[in-house]
């Protein structure tokens, strides 16, 4: 895996781990009755989006290094995962 790859998928998980980060323990300005004038009532009452970043960069490394580390060591290789099709839906086995 070549540095390029290395950061674009660091960045596919940090974003994905943000779109789950920020939909975890939201209160909404419904449920604590403080709503703003002008905003959705299922709008956070406080988005605390730093804290949000800084555990959604800890999570996204510790995801980036699993899933490098299996890349980098071939600890799951493309055979691997043809094993569960290879002689499924009508397919001559291999030699």
């Known amino acids: 895996m070549g540095i390029v790859t290395g950061i674009v998928l660091y960045a596919i998980i940090w974003f994905m781990t ?4 920020l939909q975890v323990g939201v209160t909404s300005q419904d449920e604590a ?3 703003v004038a002008g905003t959705h009532g299922s709008a956070p009452a406080d988005a605390q989006l730093k804290r949000r970043v800084v555990w959604t960069s800890i999570v996204a490394a510790f995801i ?6 299996i890349i980098i060591f071939d600890l799951i290789t493309l055979d691997d995962i043809d094993l ?4 499924g839906m009508g397919a001559p086995p291999r030699d």
């Open 18 to 21: 943000l779109l789950i980060a």
């Open 33 to 35: 009755g403080e709503r």
């Open 64 to 69: 980036w290094v699993v899933i490098a580390s």
């Open 84 to 87: 569960f099709t290879r002689f």
